[in-house]
């Protein structure tokens, strides 16, 4: 059975998560266990490595752990994971998270409502004949420079 | 070949996606296929819900994603009551029924489902939408890299021998 290895960061917000403590270790234990060497577990889905992580946290999948998210690294080939964060999400008694989840369901309203500009699409055979006008309009340009009077004046 | 306008983003994603790729017969036959597989599915899903007394309802306003309408006139995603379950779920006693599954399986049937109440229309990804979300705000980033930095090991949890 693999496990999950705490820094003092996500072991210091599951000390301070209150009543939900219990639940929570239990719930990140159940994800750490289901894996061994040979098997991987929930925390070795194709859906936890994200792609929008930017270049220095490429490492860092997400799972979801009920209302909160683990954020970690390693896997099952190892036998242990790296718990490095958890977004803990209170249902009710935090005002700046509830503002957090309306202006998030907010915006995925708006993203379903399809609130996106309708775009025009281009003739892919026309919109190519255009880049290369407008790169042959820039290799005149350039050809300028090659100009006797522009060596002369310029260069 | 003339321009042609899309009236939606959710069409003119989907056809835009048959312009990039190659123009031939294959491809949109391919893309099209894609479109009605995704369309058949939120066609059952509303079956189910009519059947089911209406209560998750498939809003074209919503790209057909399932939600139930709060009395605030507010949709309530049918993901995040699957959340809410996940949140209050025992899932040891939900093992003591069921000994011959694995808890790995039990939580897994619930992230299923989860993905299952996050089908829609324009396909689009929820939690790619909350990743973007999340990690534009600078500060959560700042603390994610902070936290991801500190590799030093506090605590195991391990299964006790």
Redesign the interface.
């Known amino acids: 059975m693999c496990s999950l290895n705490l820094n003092s960061v996500i072991n210091e917000q599951i000390e301070s998560s209150g009543n939900q403590r219990a639940s929570i270790e239990k719930k990140l234990e159940g994800l750490a266990f289901g894996a061994n060497r040979d098997e991987p577990g929930l925390l070795d889905m194709p859906d936890t490595h994200r792609k929008r992580m930017p270049g220095d946290l490429r490492e860092v999948r997400k799972h979801r752990v009920g209302y909160h998210r683990l954020y970690y690294s390693g896997r099952h080939t190892n036998c242990y994971y790296d718990a490095c964060y958890l977004l803990i999400h209170k249902k009710g008694d935090n005002q700046a998270e509830l503002d957090d989840d309306k202006r998030f369901q907010e915006h995925l309203i708006n993203a379903l409502a399809d609130k996106i500009p309708a775009r025009v699409l281009e003739d892919p055979v026309e919109k190519e004949l255009k880049e290369k006008e407008k790169q042959e309009e820039q290799i005149e340009e350039k050809s300028w420079e090659k100009a006797p009077w522009y060596k002369k004046y310029w260069s | ?10 069409a ?1 994603r989907q ?2 996606t048959i ?1 990039n790729d190659n ?1 031939t017969l294959e491809n949109i036959s391919g893309k099209m296929n894609e479109i009605m597989r995704n369309v058949n599915i939120l066609k059952s899903l509303e079956e189910i819900s009519q059947h089911t007394g209406n209560y998750v309802r498939l809003l074209p ?3 057909f ?1 399932p939600a139930l309408i709060g009395s605030d006139n507010q ?1 309530v ?1 049918l993901y995040r009551i699957i ?2 379950i ?3 779920l025992d ?1 040891d006693k939900i093992q003591d029924d069921f000994s011959n599954l ?3 399986q039990i ?2 049937s619930i ?1 299923f489902l ?2 299952v109440a996050q089908m ?1 229309s ?1 396909k ?1 990804d ?10 534009s705000d600078p500060d959560f ?1 700042h ?6 930095n ?10 006790p021998e």
């Open positions: 070949m003339e321009t042609i306008r899309i009236e939606t983003a959710d003119s056809f835009a312009q123009l306003e919503l790209s994603m949709p995603f959340e809410a996940d949140e209050y899932i694995s808890y790995s939580a897994g992230f989860r993905k829609n324009q689009i929820i939690d790619d939408l909350e990743d973007e979300f999340e990690l980033l603390t994610l890299e902070m936290a991801f500190d590799k030093e090991v506090v605590r195991v949890l391990s299964q």
